[in-house]
């Protein structure tokens, strides 16, 4: 049975734990049979059972190095880091859900807008997205992403243009969440 609790700490995207890493493995008599790690600083603390061998203690290093970086992958949103990141993601969600077919010229991170969380202009294929999305969840800022994508193909708010938005399994959940930030924070940002 493994535990893994580390502290908010930012990892880039595909960023791989040194060999380098600082490791520190500490046993314990108390321990049974969990596993667990966490970030001190720059060290990462592996805390195993005292009866382990070398081996298993090897392998569990292992392990809880390759999980530090599968929940930091999580936490880190890789389209927040830059203007360049969210056009990387706007690739990845349009190919996921809208057939590869909406491939913008430029997305990029603007000033908070008064009225919208992002807008699209069809016509030079651009995307801006508001910078009050920076702390969103991921999967808000993807529905996000695809709504504005979706423009790239069907400009007005149809029927044919929501089909395509709702491709995205969490654009209602979505729509709600960003509903109630505006709310919350007395905005007047709807739908477009």
Excluded at 87 to 100: F, I, Q
């Amino acid at each position: 049975m493994t535990d893994l609790h580390i502290p908010k700490q930012k990892t880039e995207p595909g960023q791989k734990l040194r060999p380098d890493q600082k490791i520190e493995v500490r046993r314990s008599q108390r321990r049974r049979r969990t596993v667990a790690a966490r970030m001190e600083g720059d060290t990462l603390v592996v805390m195993i059972p005292a009866r382990m061998t070398r081996a298993e203690e090897k392998h569990w290093v292992a392990k809880m190095q390759h999980k530090l970086l599968l929940v930091e992958g999580q936490r880190a949103s890789p389209p927040r880091a830059s203007d360049q990141a969210l056009l990387t993601r706007c690739a990845v969600l349009a190919e996921k859900y809208l057939d590869g077919d909406a491939t913008p010229s430029s997305v990029r991170w603007v000033p908070p807008m008064r009225t919208r969380w992002a807008s699209c202009t069809p016509v030079d294929a651009t995307i801006r997205v508001s910078e009050r999305l920076r702390d969103v969840p991921s999967w808000v800022l993807d529905y996000v992403l695809v709504h504005e994508l979706a423009h790239l193909r069907v400009t007005e708010h149809n029927t044919r243009f929501w089909a395509l938005v709702h491709r995205y399994p969490k654009a209602e959940r979505a729509i709600g969440y960003l509903e109630g930030l505006s709310a919350a924070a007395g905005l007047e940002i709807g739908e477009d």
